[in-house]
């Protein structure tokens, strides 16, 4: 049996007294949820913040990039060992605002990932198709080849330490939603392109749905079969939305 995770992604939200409610607010909300894992990925100006607020609980954190380097003249970048240094368990690579605004190719997403992996963090991988891709019938090819950026170089025991997202570029932050059935078929997929290769490593693997999920979306999500939890970014910054959400993974 998989553990269902639901991760809040902050995205470039937040401010330190606004932050103290919402981590306060979840905390008291998901004490109790002891069936199912959470974390919230917060700004880098941020993580002293949540690891003060939230150690010792049942709400882990982590970052929303990171560098592929190890250290060195990167003016602005921030090392995976920074990111350990604040007790992050957690890093999203790969999201679809760094592909498609900061311009990562399938080998930055690589590289990131390795570091990741290699610093001791649990990458959150990212993979997910636009709108005219799913329109043009390519959703398919389209997550095989962001997947394989992994899976060609580190094979599928790079992703027995990992946890991939499935994010819809249309469903993101659109307030339109992958039905079920839609987000199972591509959720499906991803495991039986994990499983041709380790069936151990596929069963095991938490595969996240991200895009728009919501308090009246999440139960029927979270209910098919390779949906194991979800990315929630919009939600994820009111108290009330995000508890609902943590609350129907813990059902
Ligand atoms: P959203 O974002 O929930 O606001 O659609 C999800 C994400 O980008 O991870």
Known sequence: MRRRLVVGNWKMYGRL???????EGVLAGVRDFTSADYAVCVPYPYLAQAQSAL???????????????????FTGAVAPGMLMDFGCRYVIIGHSERRGLFHESNEIAQAKFDAAIKAGLTPIFCVGETLSERESGVTEQVVATQLDAVLNVFGAKGLAKAIVAYEPVWAIGTGKT???????AVHAFIRQRVADLDSHVAQALCI???????PGNAVELFAMQDIDGGLIGGASLVVDDFVAICRAAAK
């Open 208 to 214: 996240l749905y991200g895009g728009s999920v919501k």
């Open 55 to 73: 150690q010792g609980s049942n709400v882990a954190w982590g970052a929303q990039n990171l560098s592929q380097y190890e250290e060195g003249a």
């Open 178 to 184: 992958a039905s079920p059935e839609q987000a199972q």
């Open 17 to 23: 007294d606004r932050n103290k409610a919402l981590l």
